[in-house]
């Protein structure tokens, strides 16, 4: 039997199939040796100073090791969306156990297994097949330029169900105006090769400058702008901070290594992982609605009702009443109880739900 391994990273999920039980191990699965090797860089073109992962491969193939993440690392600091996904795994039927200290979680599902990655990471990881399906961001699976299969969108995030920005900033102070008035200045990102790459097709020589975090903070003293990402703009208003551009927008996919993509089994598998945490993502917001209503107010209230689809209606034993069900919005169902309970409608009852599969 094959073990899907799921790597959680502590800003996003990170989930992967293991290769085959010990009695089934081949050279092509995912593996990663006891002496594999993992060396961080600093790149000397130009003048930025961003890192970049240098891996080495296994000398050993054969070995069905997975990569361990110890403690202290520093490969997993704590995310902002890290409880916010080990929420959506529940949801979907994937439930993660972790304690406050360890970097492998654990499920209720004996074909999963679990680690904690940096999202930064995941793309490169799954790309050279250490892992064979991810949680990771657009920006990075651009970033890394990775070959990977994106095989779906999951849109969520700390504050709202939209896509995030990534935005050229500059003090709101400041003279530049648009992206050419920064020929010849210096920017400061986190996503330093996909910067690079815009200004580049505007045509714009700038120096592009790695930024460990904290971005908003660099302006103007350390660099005259900045490319950071936001959701709501609420953190550069709060730091006086003016968007000039914006390079792109993302958010979280589900993307799987080309080899694991083509091996019908654990494609099986990460689709299923994809389905049921895009119905849990869909059902979010969503809760069931069934009561009792006379039948003379049905149309009336089939009329006003927000359903999904057609609502669910059967008939009771006594011919002049009805059951109906149906799937709305949490916020309309507030304003709507009041209407049925105006209706005549009984024994109303609202329920939340887990997933909901279109």
């Known amino acids: 039997m094959k073990r899907t391994i799921i790597a959680l990273v502590s800003t996003l999920l990170l989930a992967a199939c293991e290769a085959p039980t010990d009695q089934e191990v081949v050279a092509s699965s995912p593996t990663v040796a006891s002496d594999a090797k993992f060396s961080w860089e600093k790149s000397t073109s130009g003048n930025s100073a961003a890192p970049s992962a240098s891996l080495e491969a296994p000398k050993d193939t054969t070995k069905a ?120 200045k210096t920017v400061a990102t986190e996503l330093v090769e996909t910067t690079r790459r815009w200004f580049k097709k505007n045509g714009v020589n700038c120096t592009v400058e790695f930024s460990w975090g ?40 589900l993307i799987a290594n080309k080899k694991a993509w083509a091996d019908p089994d654990k494609r099986a598998k990460i689709e299923t992982i994809a389905l049921m945490l895009k119905g849990a993502l869909a059902a979010q917001h969503m809760v069931g609605l069934k009561f009792n209503l006379p039948r003379k107010a049905l149309d009336a209230v089939s009329a006003a009702l927000p359903a999904l689809r057609n609502p669910t209606i059967s008939t009771l034993t006594n011919p002049d009443w009805v059951a109906v069900e149906t799937i ?11 209407t049925l309970k105006a209706q005549g409608a009984e024994g109303i009852v609202e329920y939340p739900i887990n997933k909901l599969v279109y």
């Open 65 to 184: 090791r997975i990569l361990e993440i110890r403690e202290g690392s520093g490969l997993i600091p704590k995310g902002s969306l890290e409880e916010a996904t080990l929420q959506l795994f529940g949801r979907a039927g994937f439930p993660v156990s972790k304690s406050s200290r360890s970097y492998r979680p654990s499920f209720d599902d004996n074909t999963l297994d679990g680690r904690f990655i940096r999202a930064q990471e995941v793309a490169r990881y799954v790309e050279h097949g250490f892992f064979d399906c991810g949680l990771t961001g657009q920006d990075w699976v651009q970033e890394n330029t990775a070959d990977v299969v994106e095989v779906c969108e999951l849109i969520y995030s700390r504050a709202s169900a939209q896509k995030s920005r990534w935005v050229l900033c500059v003090p709101e102070a400041s003279a530049i105006k648009k992206v050419q008035d920064l020929e010849g």
């Open 214 to 253: 904290a971005t908003e903070v660099k302006v103007p003293e350390l660099a005259d702008a900045i490319v950071d990402i936001t959701e709501t703009g609420s953190s550069l208003i709060a730091n006086k901070l003016r968007i000039v551009d914006t390079l792109l927008s993302t958010t979280t996919v």
């Open 328 to 338: 709305i919005d949490s916020k309309q169902a507030r304003d709507f109880i009041p």
